[in-house]
């Protein structure tokens, strides 16, 4: 949970629920703080609630601790008590003072005085600053309540109904969100469907009023949470404003507490007004915005990944054409090289000597086809003269007995002729 183990520990003193029997089983307790410590602040406190941890900062180590009013009187004090307070302002080193604030006005903790309860003596604890926050009493709380459901909702309840303390909690979160809008994950829809379930006894997570009953009614076994559900459905709970940089570098939020400032939750009241326009709220429509950009950016950097390919690839064909030009310059400049001097380009140079046959002829004759240039080239005995003359001038071939040679039959053609000459064999 985050809760450093050398500050805090996880108590187990009320397994049995006899320290108090409607706190749970296991508790956060201050680590200096003993059983005995622990037991003997509980039976100073009222109904046994004792101070227990119920809110831990990270950041700074603040901590928040909530209990019941002391048993007091007008001079009563106990040592356990001040111990246990005196280990909570421990747990946070970088404290110099612990506040205890009391939420109830000044006057009202007067009275009770009177009935054996009261506030906390500043001058029995060390190093505490004392402060009355002035709210009414809880049942001046539930009234105002009533009175705006009976205006807004035209229902009547029972005036002796529970107290409405998490309806004042969800309502303080949605003022907050209101004035920060960026630094919780969660929207309004999250807050009013938890609202919701608070009366809908669909879930087991409210019904009763402590750990103690439920487990007497098995309520943990017999219903679902509401937990698990909201988790399954978390999509439609997201806040598209919410920035984890910027929630993290405001720190502690400060609201402005003018009632200029106080919204009436219109979302959380109005719900189930008919004579109300429905319309798409502002924070689904944002949603819908960003899960629209989101599919955008989606497409576009798929699209660049597929354009990198295509860069990739031409630029791959792009170097093995460059890498090919210096072979196909190679083999141009030994072309060249072995080219006769002063001479046409010779397109004849790779043609190679083909057979052929003549009715007239054995089947041992042959006809060869040859250039005047594969001559000149092949045979220096047969181009022996040709830097001087043109044409063939002589032609002659040996037959393989070695008789004499036969005159060409072409040998009277002109030669300066480029047509080729056939010998026979």
């Known amino acids: 949970m985050g809760v450093p183990k050398s500050l805090w520990q996880i108590s187990d003193v009320n397994r049995d629920y006899r320290v108090c029997d409607t706190y749970p089983t296991e508790l956060y307790v201050p680590k200096p703080a003993s059983v005995p410590i622990i037991v003997g602040s509980s039976k100073f406190r009222s109904r046994g ?42 747990a946070n080193p970088g404290s110099d003072f612990l506040y205890v604030v009391d939420t109830r006005p000044k006057l009202n903790a007067m009275a009770n005085r009177a009935a054996g309860k009261g506030y906390e003596n500043e001058d029995n604890y060390s190093d505490i600053k004392f402060q009355f926050i002035g709210i009414e009493n809880i049942h001046v709380m539930r009234n105002s309540l009533q ?22 909690f969800l309502e303080c979160v949605w003022q907050l969100m209101e004035q920060f809008p960026c630094a919780f994950e969660f929207n309004e ?11 809908s006894c669909q879930y087991g997570n409210f019904l009763c009023n402590c750990e103690k009953e439920r487990r007497e009614l098995r309520i943990q076994e017999r219903t679902y949470s509401l ?4 988790w399954k459905q978390r999509l439609d709970y997201m806040n ?6 910027h929630s993290q570098t405001q720190g502690t939020l400060r609201p402005n507490t003018t009632p200029c400032h106080f919204r009436f939750w219109r979302g959380l009241y109005n719900r189930f007004e008919k004579g109300m326009h429905p319309r798409q709220s502002v924070s689904d429509f944002l949603q819908a915005v960003k899960e629209e950009t989101q599919q955008l950016e989606e497409e576009m950097e798929f699209m660049e990944k597929r354009l990198a390919k295509l860069e990739t690839r031409e630029a791959n064909e792009t170097n093995k054409i460059l890498n090919d030009q210096p072979k196909i310059h190679n083999f141009q400049m030994c072309i060249t090289k072995h080219s006769p001097v002063n001479t046409p380009q010779d397109y004849s140079t790779n ?15 042959s006809a060869l086809i040859l250039t005047q240039d594969h001559l000149k080239s092949s045979d220096p005995d047969l181009s022996a003269n040709s830097d001087q003359e043109s044409g063939v001038e002589d032609l002659s071939c040996r037959s393989p007995s070695g008789g004499d040679s036969l005159p060409s039959e072409d040998s009277g053609k002109d030669p300066d002729s480029d047509e080729a000459v056939f010998l026979t064999a």
């Open 189 to 199: 829809r999250f807050l009013i469907h938890i609202q919701h379930h608070v009366y």
């Open 147 to 168: 009175k705006m459901i009976e205006e807004y909702g035209n229902l009547e309840g029972d005036p002796k109904e529970v107290s409405p303390v998490i309806d004042q």
């Open 351 to 365: 043609l190679k000597l083909f057979p052929s046959r003549s009715p007239s002829q054995g089947e041992e004759d």
């Open 240 to 245: 598209p404003l919410y920035r984890p940089d």
């Open 49 to 90: 609630r004792f101070p227990s941890l119920s809110y831990y900062c990270q950041d700074n180590n603040a901590s928040i601790c909530r209990s019941s009013q002391p048993l007091s009187g007008f001079s009563a004090r106990c040592l356990e008590d001040e111990q246990m307070l005196q280990a909570i302002k421990k």
């Open 227 to 230: 937990w698990s559900y909201l």
